[in-house]
């Protein structure tokens, strides 16, 4: 079966940095994908890794190590507005789907 | 800004009803899903879509149906509504990234409560 494993909740400070990290244990590979759900609202993109190494946009980076299963969200200069859930999908090898994990809540503090 | 359109965004009935929830998107995307998510829980594929006239289940048993007979349209039905179908219902269609992988575009959701 597949298996992605995410931390449930994270807290954080306004205006610092936060590390979300993923592992997964999948049939397959076809890339990762990281989403933002903010509560009671559709997921919405924010990265997407198939190599090795780290891809950066803007305050949000996305890194992916796939010989270790293992990827992280990293997010920057933290805003209030960030708190949501990061949900952390793999595409499976000639699946057409994302397998998604649980997601992370991350709660902004002042 | 993606454009998906799902409506109702809440919808209460009882149990007996038959109902359709209506997907649209305007983007032109072949690829059309169905997830569904319980309060926080991931989300599961009940039904996608590669094109007109395209239906497969997806990995979560569903006793719902879809259609496909336009591109922009992927309606949801529920024959016969039960209070186990209450959940929040995400439609999304996709587009390839510069890689392999589908960039999924979400709709707002339906919230389904069956009394």
């Known amino acids: 079966g597949q298996n992605i494993d995410q931390p449930t909740e994270m807290t954080a400070t306004e205006g610092a940095i936060v590390q979300i990290n993923c592992t997964y244990q999948?049939?397959?590979?076809?890339?990762l994908f990281w989403y933002q759900q903010h509560a009671g609202e559709a997921p919405t993109f924010l990265s997407y890794?198939?190599?090795?190494g780290l891809e950066e946009k803007g305050r949000f980076s996305s890194f992916l190590s796939r010989s270790k299963g293992y990827s992280y969200l990293l997010l920057k200069e933290l805003q209030m507005k960030d708190s949501a859930s990061y949900l952390c999908a793999v595409m499976l090898t000639g699946a057409n789907n994302l397998f998604f994990g649980t997601g992370t809540r991350l709660t902004v503090i002042p | 800004e993606a454009d998906i359109y799902q409506t109702p965004r809440y919808l209460v009935i009882g149990t007996g009803k038959k109902i359709t929830l209506e997907c649209s998107q305007t983007?032109?995307?072949?690829?059309m899903y169905w997830y569904q998510q319980d309060p926080g829980m991931e989300l599961h594929l009940i039904h996608y879509s590669y094109g007109v006239n395209s239906t497969e289940k997806g990995d979560l048993s569903s006793e719902s149906t879809v259609s496909r007979i336009r591109t922009e349209h992927f309606p949801l039905t529920l024959e016969s509504a039960r209070p186990s179908h209450t959940s929040q219902y995400l439609c999304?269609?996709?587009?390839?990234?510069?890689?392999?992988?589908?960039?999924?575009?979400f709709g707002s959701g339906t919230q389904l409560s069956v009394l």
């Open positions: 983007m032109g995307h072949d690829k």
């Open positions: 890794n198939v190599l090795d």
């Open positions: 999948t049939s397959g590979f076809n890339g």
């Open positions: 999304a269609s996709s587009e390839r990234t510069g890689g392999a992988g589908e960039k999924l575009f």
